[in-house]
C-alpha cells in the first residue's frame, strides 16, 4: 500500500495515521482522540481544564511527576470522539494550542486508540 500525502500529509499527524493505517486500522470508526496540553501553573492548567468543559471536552487534569526543564509542570489531558481524520485532529490541536498559548501552555501532543480490522 502506497501513502496518499493527501490523506496522510507529511507531518508528524500524517506520520501517526499513517502508521495506523498501514498497520490495519481503516480509521473510519470513531474512537476517542486524546490531546495533551501542558503549563507553568495549576492556575493556568485550571482555566484551560475549565474552557475545556465548557466547550463540553472531557477532561484530566493534574501537576506532572517530572520537573520539566521549561517549567511547564502542569498538564491537561483533553478527550473527544471522532472519526480520526488529519483535518480534523489538525484543527482541533491549533484550536486547543491557541487557548492553551494565551494561558502560557502549549500543547504537548495527541494519541488514539488502534482499531484493527475485522
Not at 486500522?25 to 470513531?30: C, G, I, Q, S, Y
Not at 477532561?59 to 491537561?76: A, I, K, P, R
Not at 478527550?79 to 494550542?97: C, K, Q, R, W
Request: charged content about 25%; proline content about 4%; some cysteine.
Amino acid at each position: 500500500m502506497n501513502r496518499d500525502y493527501e490523506q496522510y500529509p507529511d507531518d508528524s499527524t500524517g506520520a501517526v495515521l499513517w502508521h495506523m493505517r498501514s498497520k490495519g486500522d481503516l480509521l473510519t470508526e470513531p474512537r476517542e482522540i486524546d490531546f495533551s496540553a501542558i503549563f507553568p501553573s495549576e492556575d493556568s492548567a485550571l482555566e484551560f481544564a475549565v474552557a475545556c468543559l465548557r466547550a463540553n471536552f472531557k477532561v484530566e487534569f493534574f501537576e506532572t511527576d517530572e520537573n520539566q526543564e521549561d517549567g511547564l509542570n502542569w498538564e491537561v489531558w483533553i478527550y473527544t470522539t471522532i472519526v480520526p481524520m488529519h483535518s480534523d485532529i489538525t484543527a482541533l490541536e491549533e484550536d486547543l494550542g491557541l487557548t492553551a498559548a494565551d494561558l502560557g501552555g502549549k500543547i504537548n501532543g495527541w494519541s488514539s486508540t488502534f482499531v484493527p480490522s475485522a
